[in-house]
């Protein structure tokens, strides 16, 4: 037999090896640690078990879309920039036009998703995952309610999509 196929084999049953549970781990642990009688038994400390290592696959998040999209319906007066926007819109965020430098946050008039109303490069800001879709606005103080548009996030997003402040 060639030495490179017996490596080959030899790291393929390794590998399988490694990925799966041994019956015993199994039968032990999956009981919601029932079979534990002290903290020190085999199938309860998994901390120094090679095998209990292997299996414990960390969650990887899944990547976010490309494009995300959300509609918001102003009820006030909001300024996003120089412009004033009121009623129902889509907030669009494209990591693609980012990647080129090109503004990555539309702002689409809901009846009209062909031309933007307002564009602009978007500050990530560092926020907690969110549970749900969120815009945060902040009160101007003027008679007719205006406010300024701030922040968005998506949900399940960690972090948010700032409007860029002027300096």
């Not at 085999?42 to 490309?66: E, G, M």
């Not at 918001?72 to 412009?83: A, L, S």
């Not at 990530?124 to 009160?139: E, F, I, M």
């Amino acid at each position: 037999m060639d030495i490179r196929r017996f490596v080959v084999i030899g790291a393929a049953a390794s590998a399988f090896y490694l990925l799966t549970a041994s019956p015993a781990a199994a039968a032990c642990c999956d009981h919601s640690k029932a079979c534990c009688e002290t903290p020190n038994m085999t199938c309860c400390d998994t901390a120094n078990d090679a095998v209990a290592a292997a299996v414990l696959i960390p969650q990887v998040p899944a990547p976010r879309p490309v494009r995300e999209s959300m509609i918001v319906w102003f009820q006030r007066p909001v300024k996003v920039g120089t412009r004033v926007l009121f009623g129902k819109y889509v907030i669009e965020h494209d990591n693609t036009r980012m990647a080129r430098g090109e503004p990555c946050t539309y702002i689409y008039a809901a009846e009209d998703r062909q031309t933007p109303v307002v564009t602009f490069h978007c500050a990530h800001l560092d926020r907690p995952r969110g549970q749900q879709a969120s815009v945060t606005l902040r009160s101007l103080g003027e008679a007719n309610g205006m406010q300024e548009f701030r922040e968005f996030q998506f949900a399940g997003e960690l972090g948010a999509h700032g409007f860029p402040v002027a300096r």
